[in-house]
Nanobody, 119 residues
């Protein structure tokens, strides 16, 4: 069984920065694409950024130029560097991974970490 654990959320003032981490654990698995999603109160969950195993990235328009996604394949860990945070970035952030564990692919979600941007 593969598990994802997020960390790094918290309260930050507008204009501030936070770094989220997502660590995968388990045995006999390989991770393909990983992504960060967020869900604000009363809104649907949305993709923030994603990164393939080769390092290709894509971002939601709302975070381009402010957020940077990265991963360390050797550590099975993904990061989200968030700068110039805005109140509208307030949400629960979830990591997601497309995992291959023979003989199939499946999606795994973390439990979420809360980011609050407020003065």
């Amino acid at each position: 069984q593969v598990q994802l654990v997020e960390s790094g959320g918290g309260l930050v003032q507008p204009g501030g920065s936070l770094r989220l981490s997502c660590a995968a654990s388990g045995s006999n698995f390989r991770i393909n694409t990983m992504g960060w999603y967020r869900q604000a109160p009363g809104k649907e969950r949305e993709l923030v950024a994603a990164i393939t195993s080769a390092g290709s990235t894509n971002y939601a328009d709302s975070v381009k130029g402010r957020f940077t996604i990265s991963r360390d394949n050797a550590k099975n860990t993904m990061y989200l560097e968030m700068n110039s945070l805005k109140p509208e970035d307030t949400a629960a952030y979830y990591c997601n991974a497309e995992v291959f564990s023979f003989p199939k692919y499946f999606a795994v979600w973390g439990q979420g970490t809360l980011v609050t941007v407020s003065s």
